[in-house]
């Protein structure tokens, strides 16, 4: 018995590939799409690490109190969308919020890189030999 | 939106909260068809209980029912599940097992663009799910493994049979595995480890 075979992809002479179902045909749109210009919440990753800076005031709305409640310790953006139930899309804009008002830190993200840091891929294994 | 006040929402249990230490996080991606096994691979090394992170996006389509022809957008939402596996005091790994089209990667910003690598979790039983990910990823430059899950039932075909089928590189590591076993998920992530540590010392990593 042999598996069925892969066929490389060649984007500019393939065809639209397998028939579509109705309805499927377009691009889906986020639903909650965050407004042109409003620089920064693009910058909020899945695993941005956020830490709280200060006890929340009190005027603030309760989804930003949440966050800064969440965030004694430090908490990723995608964890915060987990415990919030709330889309991340969201959560990107409440912390571009957060961000600027100072009442939250943000840890940026290690991604990869054309000159890859073999010290944290070395990190990384070390990790998963633990495990 | 309904928002329950924050005094009742629930955040991470004492022993799930990350130390003042956490400075970075890194991520990698677990990506396959719908029930190849994804979520129980993040749970099987993760060391929180799995998390759904979930986006909600608007679907173009036409009403099935009769509305007199309009267009009718309706919701959907998109579910990714993840975990976390604390490396060091400093550096925090997660997973995130997203589904295999396309079109839903954009939901999460730079899901794949910022992940250091993924893994192709494939079933001999719909092999072909996974060929057109691996093309995109190829096309996308994020290095990848393939992690066949061996189902009971599934055939079995010799691994250099199956990377002929799905067209490797020959560097591309290609290995079985159980991903209901802890330490087989974690053969698999120290497979795709080794893999980017060897790019990495080729200066092939783009």
Redesign the interface.
Known sequence: ?????????H?EREPD?APRQ???G???????VIGEGNDGA?D??????I?GRAE?PGSLP??Q??VI??C?????G??L?????????VV?VLLTELLAAGLVQA??????Q?L?D?S??????????K? | ?D?R??DT????RAED????T??????LVIVGGFGVGKTTMVGS?SEIRP????????????GVDDNFGSETKT??TVAMD?G?????DK????L?GTPGQE??W??????F?????AVVLVD?RR??VS??V??RLE?RG?PFVVAVNTFPDA?R?PLE??R????LAADVPIIECDVRR?ASS?DV??TL??F??T???TGR??
């Open positions: 018995m042999t598996p069925p075979q892969r066929q490389r992809r984007p590939p109705e309805g499927e377009r691009n889906p749109e986020r639903l909650f693009a909020i990753d899945l695993v941005t690490l830490v929340a309760p989804e109190a949440a409640r969440l004694e310790t430090p908490l990723s995608a964890e969308s987990a415990y919030l139930q709330l889309p991340f899309s990107s840890r940026a993200p290690i991604v990869r054309a890859p073999r944290l891929l070395e990190a990384v294994m070390h990790g998963l030999q495990l | 939106m928002f006040s924050s929402i629930p955040g991470p909260q990350l130390p003042h956490a400075e970075a996080a890194v991520k090394v998390l759904t992170t979930e986006e909600t996006m608007t679907q173009a389509g036409i919701a959907t993840f976390r596996i604390s490396v060091s550096l925090v790994l997660y995130f079109r839903f954009f939901l999460w910003n730079g899901l663009e910022g992940a250091l690598g001999t092999l072909e060929f057109d691996m093309g096309e994020v055939p075909y049979q199956l002929t089928a799905l067209d802890r974690r992530l120290m480890m080794r980017l540590h790019l990495a010392l990593l783009s």
